[in-house]
């Protein structure tokens, strides 16, 4: 699995969301899953799948797919 | 004893309200408050689609002042659930944000006051309530038909001073949202914060997004409260670390946090000169009823305190005799003046009277220590707590049942756990169970079981299943 698939992989997962809305849209609370329970749950999904542990402004930067990739840049994780 | 919604012109100017782009002054909201209440008539039921708003909160207030009986919804419900509410209980008016777009010919706007409408039926529908009563909340989740709590004007009264007194407020206090105000505990907050001419900070953004601890800072805000879910995302934020110059109480209520997390708090605040109150409450005690002291929170950790000024406790046994010594279990009873006056599930129950007389079965088993402190060990009854909300299990066993599945339901808190013997529905049977209940889907767990386990004479044995 690409860094790519498993980062997409957290999201489908975590949200219940389809691969096609896998884009700049998709933000913290545009869709129902993502409230603060599920935001939690992909913070841990994607603390295990690339065995990192992300800092408190992070967590709460962590608005978006897209802002997300910039984040996981800083941990040396390249999406 | 001073109402909060009654005495609120003694504050004239100070501010009551400020969210993220606005802050009013309590002489400001009661001008807000008389052009809402030209519009209504006392004795009539109100819909409330609550947010954490100015617009919200002076709607709520405003009907309190003028006798109309509010019923508390979240703005976020099930459509289908919503108008089942509707057709069920005839409310004579809905304040709701002019967003929500389900209404018809059958509602007229005649007010409104920010981003909230004031709707009024076209057809006239009278009600009877019982004079005492004041306010309706739901409780029990959103399982289909809600059972409503029917809370009188001295329950509100009574319960906001209790509290006040618990957790010392005064006017230097300053709260900042983060729980719905159509849910009890959040309710109270605001109820016992404006019995005291605080600020109160109005928002909806949750702990986990920035605007929020800017609005903390912006606001300054000195306390704010949490269900267990809130602690666990705030320990993992790393509570102990962040920066929050400001803060000097937080509450915890809405389920029973984990002994390691409480002592973790005690510390973590101890440490910083915050105050970390415990407190145990239930929707039918109006909001709350027992709260462990700041200063004990180490030392009883674990425990859900004293009850609230003018309230007391008893245990009772299986036989309903009263347990007089310590350490031994039983069914925690609370009497007191916030003990609502009872349920109502029909339009007929609104003129009934008060059904408890100031007694509650709290359904939950508990023990005293020597020292005459409470501790919650278990439950009598088949409920869980789910980030703080009460889900019966037999309720999500009849809501499945009526959309078709068959399944049996366990559970721990912040678990649901459905066995099912359709194999091929599980994934169906989450997201249904998750929209109709308004729960996040990580909560639960559906499983594939080939035959329910059951006993001779074919009861279930739950305790057969498996939570892990």
Known sequence: ?79 | MKSFFNDLECFSNSIVFSTKSEQITYEHLLKDIQEFSIHVKSRKLAFLLCENSIECVLGYLACLRAGVVPLLIGSSIDEELLLNLIVTYHPNFIWASRNSDLFNEKWKMIHSNRSYQLLERTDQFEHSFHPDLALLLMTSGSTGSPILVRISYKNLIENANSISQSLGISQHDIPITTLPMNYTYGLSIINSHLLHGCQIVLTEESILSKNFWDLINAKRATTFSGVPYTFQMLRRLGFEKMHLPNISKITQAGGKLDLSMVKYFAEACADRGIQFFVMYGQTEATARMSCLPAKDALRKAGSIGVPISNGSFYLLDNVENVISVSDEVGELYYKGPNVSMGYANALSDFSKGDENEGVLATGDLAKMDEDGYYYIVGRKKRFIKVFGNRISLDEVENLCFKNGYYCICIGIDDKLIIYTTQENLLKELKDTVSTKIGIHHSAISVRYISDFPRNDSGKILYSNLQVD
């Open chain 1, 1 to 79: 699995m690409t860094n790519r698939e498993k980062y997409d992989q957290v999201f489908i997962d975590s949200f219940s969301v389809t691969k096609d809305q896998l884009n700049e849209g998709l933000v913290y609370q545009s869709v129902q899953q993502w409230d603060s329970i599920g935001h939690m749950g992909m913070v841990a999904a994607l603390e295990e799948s690339f065995d990192i542990m992300l800092e408190t402004d992070d967590i709460i930067d962590f608005g978006s797919y897209t802002k997300g990739i910039e984040i996981l840049s800083k941990y040396e994780v390249v999406i």
